[in-house]
Structures are given as C-alpha cells and as structure tokens.
C-alpha cells in the first residue's frame, strides 16, 4: 500500500510550545500524597484513625451517661438499646468509657511519640553532626541504655512517680529516644558528605543551622514514618501498664483498665473484654497500615 504525501503535513518548529511543561510541577509532599491515596489499604487506616479520633471527642456525648456514673440497680448488663456496650461492675455505661478511654489512649499514645521522636532527632543529629568524641560518647550511652530493656525503666518510674498520664507520657520519653536517636544518626552520616551541605557550609552557615535547617529537614521522611510507628507502640505500652495496674488510674479510664477489669471476668462477662480488645487491636491495625503506606509513599526508588 502506498503512502501519499498528502496525507501528511509539515509541523514546523514552535519556540514557544517547546519550552512548555506538559506535566504540571509537584512538590515531593504533593507527590507522595498522591501515592498515598493510590494504596486503598493505607486510605482505610488512615479512615480508621480519623473516626477514632473524633469519637473519642463526640462518643461520649451521644448517651446520657457521664462515664463515671455509677448505678448499682443496673450493674454487668449486656450490650442492649439503653447501653450500647453494656454496663459495668459498678453500673457505669461502656459506651462513654470506652470513648473516654480512647480520648486518653491515643493522647498518650500522640504526646508519648512526639516528645521521644524530638528528643531522638536533636540528640542523633547532634552525634551524626560532630561525630569523633561526641559521637562516640553518645553512641555508647544510648548502647548501654537499650542493653536494659526499656520496660523495666519505665515499670521503675511509674513506681517512684504517682501513676497518671504525665508520668506515663515521661517515662516513655525518657526511654523511646533510644532507636530514633540511632536511626537519625545513620541518615545524617550520609547526608553530611553531600554538595549541598558543603555549599551550605561554603556561604557561612553555622552548624545549628547545618542541623536544623539543611540535615534534619532532609530526613523527615524516616522520621514521620518512625513516628507513625510509635505511636500504636505507645497505646499498647500504656495498655499493658494499665492492664497490670501501672497505669492510669481511676476514675479515669483507658483501654487497658477496661481490657483489665473485663479480664477478670471474662468466663462470667465477656464482652467486657472483647470491647476494649477490639478497639486496642483495630486502632493498633490502622496505625501500622497507615504507617507502611505512607512509608512507600515518601520513598523516592518507589517513584512512578
């Protein structure tokens, strides 16, 4: 078959169309958003967490009863119209507990990763920073600290302190810095041999500025991760303290004195414990998907 000449017709060479950009600009955050709404089972955690967070602040509000409530005429009832999740021991609507306890749950949790991620970013981007002595002298502290296992710290502070969230909330941040500390450390080491530090360094930038404004922002992606996978520790930290009576204590609840008493009397009660479990595990579940997507979505060798 053949090709006629007039069927084709001569373009031309435009300036103006040649230089434009085809696909719009995106920024690496707006980038590694869109890949994060592409992963449906990260979207679903991310879901989750949201609808926890805001009923543990409207849960409570949608019955009648005060979560400290006590009414001795209706104690260990089922789940029924009246009381959603039943009753307690004492009379006191599950319902408004659990969302209460969810509301201290995931403060603890939040409050806990925040304040050792901060700690862990300052102390390992000083130690990657400096490195010889400081480096050395930090390293092996923080080597003989994770040597003893961190439970017993924090099981020996909320001996000597008065058990309640602010001494829940220290004693995870003096002992979770630890490994943020150490994971900080290795990303600087790499990133402090690059030209744009060496430019940094070269117009007159001072080392503070070298850490806060050039290093540390470089490694938000590891960092963000990290502290989306602390958080869901942080709960079941709390959870087991409370379940064993180190926690926080009463009247307040929480998930682990819930998961505790239901424990109790689980042959007689069941879902006393099954309530609490579930909201432990889902909230734990959600974290931790959210936390593997979002860790492919900030990772450049996964870009499409």
């Not at 424990?263 to 593997?292: C, E, K, W």
């Amino acid at each position: 078959m053949e090709i006629s000449k007039e069927k084709f017709r001569h373009v031309g060479i435009n300036e103006e169309k040649s230089q434009s950009i085809v696909r719009p600009s995106m920024t690496y955050w707006q980038d590694a958003w869109r890949r994060l709404k592409k992963n449906k089972i990260a979207m679903l955690g991310l879901i989750i967490i949201i609808i926890m967070t805001i009923m543990s602040i409207i849960g409570p509000m949608m019955v009648p009863y005060h979560h400290s409530d006590n009414n001795l005429s209706i104690t260990n009832q089922a789940p029924n119209r009246e009381h959603w999740f039943g009753t307690d021991d004492l009379g006191r609507d599950i319902w408004a507990r659990i969302w209460v306890g969810a509301r201290v749950s995931l403060f603890i949790g939040l409050m806990a990763a925040l304040l050792d991620t901060l700690i862990g970013v300052l102390v390992g981007g000083v130690s990657g920073f400096y490195g010889g002595k400081v480096d050395m002298i930090i390293m092996r502290f923080i080597d003989v600290m994770i040597a003893i296992p961190s439970m017993i710290f924090i099981i020996l502070i909320m001996v000597i302190v008065n058990a309640g969230v602010g001494a829940i909330i220290i004693s995870f941040a003096i002992t979770g810095w630890l490994s943020m500390a150490r994971l900080v450390r290795g990303q600087i080491l790499q990133l402090k041999e690059q030209e744009f530090v060496l430019a940094a360094r070269t117009l007159g930038a001072n080392s503070s500025r070298l850490i806060l404004k050039h290093l540390i922002p470089n490694t938000l992606g590891v960092i963000i991760v990290s502290l989306t996978m602390r958080i869901p520790s942080a709960i079941f930290t709390e959870a087991f303290l409370s379940f064993i009576g180190l926690g926080v204590k009463p009247p307040t609840p929480s998930w682990g004195q819930l998961a505790s008493t239901g424990a109790a009397v689980l042959r007689v009660y069941p879902f006393r414990l099954f309530i609490p479990a579930f909201f432990i595990s889902i909230t734990m579940l959600s974290l931790n998907l959210f936390g593997d997507g979002l860790r492919d979505a900030l990772d450049p060798r996964l870009r499409k």
